[in-house]
C-alpha cells in the first residue's frame, strides 16, 4: 500500500512539539511507500513564504529543500492529464451533489484517487466524499 501525505502531516514533522503519534506512524511505515504530491511541496513553500524574516523561516526553507526534496525525490506525485481528468469528474461531481471542496484539497484527492494512495490527512471531512481511502495518524 502506497500512501500520500497530506500538507499537516509532514508539517507536523516540524512543529515545534510534533504529536508523537504521527511521528511513529511515519516511522513505522517503509520510506518507499509514503508519498508527497507537488501540491503540499507548493503549500509548505507559501507556509514559508508567509513567516516573517527570522531563523525559523530560514531552518524550514533549509529543511524544505535540502531535506523533504532530496527525501521524497522520486515520489512525488505530480498533476497529469489523468490526474486532472480524475479531477474534473470528483468536482463535477461533488457540485453536482451540492458540495463544494478547496481547490487544493480537491487537487491532492484526484492525485490521491488516481495514483491508488491512502490518503493520511488530519483532516478527514475534507476528504470524506472523494471516495479515497483515508488513515488519520492523530488517532
Do not use: C
Amino acid at each position: 500500500m502506497n500512501y500520500l501525505l497530506d500538507t499537516n502531516v509532514i508539517s507536523e514533522l516540524v512543529a515545534k512539539q510534533p504529536n508523537q503519534k504521527v511521528v511513529d506512524w511515519i516511522d513505522g511505515r517503509d520510506p518507499d511507500t509514503v508519498y508527497l504530491s507537488v501540491i503540499t511541496i507548493g503549500e509548505l513553500r507559501k507556509g514559508v513564504e508567509k513567516l516573517p524574516p527570522s531563523k525559523r523561516r530560514d531552518a524550514l526553507m533549509d529543511w524544505l529543500t535540502t531535506d523533504v526534496l532530496i527525501r521524497f525525490q522520486g515520489r512525488i506525485a505530480a498533476i497529469t492529464i489523468e490526474v486532472m481528468l480524475t479531477w474534473g469528474q470528483l468536482t463535477g461531481q461533488l457540485e453536482q451533489a451540492g458540495l463544494s471542496m478547496a481547490a487544493v484539497d480537491s487537487f491532492i484527492a484526484a492525485i490521491a484517487r488516481e495514483g491508488g494512495y491512502t490518503l493520511v490527512t488530519r483532516n478527514e471531512a475534507d476528504f470524506q466524499h472523494t471516495g479515497v481511502a483515508i488513515v488519520n495518524p492523530w488517532q
